[in-house]
């Protein structure tokens, strides 16, 4: 449940006990007249003493401490990942959420027309765009596991150019982004002309979806970094994500 803190405080940061035990994860928000995610990445908030604070909390739960429902799907993430992503112990308060979130990551992976480049750019463009202190480490560490390039990789995280089918795919995405899904014939027309068609425009649909469902847990909740990405840690150029 949300609670309230006053402004003038420090941003309470993820207490992290391991990926074997329980912590709660604090997300710290402002309040002026609608919820809005404010400061960085890591939990620091600029002294806007006027305002008033609404920390959200929750816990990443282990196969001990999660709801039962959600106890074989998270036993399904220990043997696909070897251990359990601390995104999956969030969202194991939710089983509904969980399966919907291992579901289409499921599909992503096998269910779509994409190379692992490809789907690469989709979830990183995705990620940076969100400012997902989570998902861009995460999916650095995954995209070395595929054996993307890490020039491909670099340029994703560092919001540089990348080879020109891959630029006109990351640049079609943000716009589904930005505009919410109406991206328009010229945008529709140049994604086209660089080799896609129809089932892409699709595919980055499903791709999306199931990025809401983490960037948007990641950011409620400051979900602590695994361990196993800890390397690959990433801070936004902004500090805070797009409008």
């Known amino acids: 449940m949300p609670r309230r803190a ?13 990926e074997r035990g329980c912590a709660a994860v604090h997300g710290p928000f402002v309040y002026s007249g ?24 929750t816990t990443v739960h282990t196969l001990d401490t999660a709801p039962d429902a959600s106890k074989p799907l998270l036993e399904n993430s220990i043997k696909a990942f070897g251990r359990l992503p601390s995104l999956h112990g969030v969202m194991a308060e939710s089983p509904g959420l969980l399966e919907g979130y291992q579901h289409l990551h499921r599909l992503a992976i096998s269910g779509t027309a994409f190379t692992p480049e490809e789907r690469t750019v989709v979830w990183m463009t995705i990620n940076v765009a969100n400012a997902c202190h989570y998902c861009v480490p995460a999916h650095t560490g995954i995209a070395k596991m595929e054996k993307i390039d890490d020039g491909i990789v670099n340029a994703l995280r560092d919001e540089t150019p990348l080879p020109a089918k891959l630029e006109a795919l990351r640049t079609f995405t943000l716009a589904m982004r930005d505009t919410h899904g109406r991206p328009g014939a010229d945008a529709i027309a140049a994604f086209e002309a660089a080799g896609y068609g129809e089932r892409a425009i699709l595919d980055t649909v499903l791709i999306y979806a199931q990025k809401v469902m983490s960037n948007f847990t990641n950011a409620l909740f400051e979900t602590p970094t695994d361990a196993a990405f800890a390397p690959f840690a990433w801070e936004p150029k902004s500090g805070v994500a797009a409008e």
């Open 6 to 18: 006053a402004a003038g405080n420090a941003a309470v940061k993820a207490n992290h006990e391991g």
């Open 34 to 57: 609608s919820l809005e995610l404010y400061g960085s990445l890591l939990g620091e908030v600029a002294s806007h003493t006027e305002k008033e604070i609404i920390m959200v909390t």
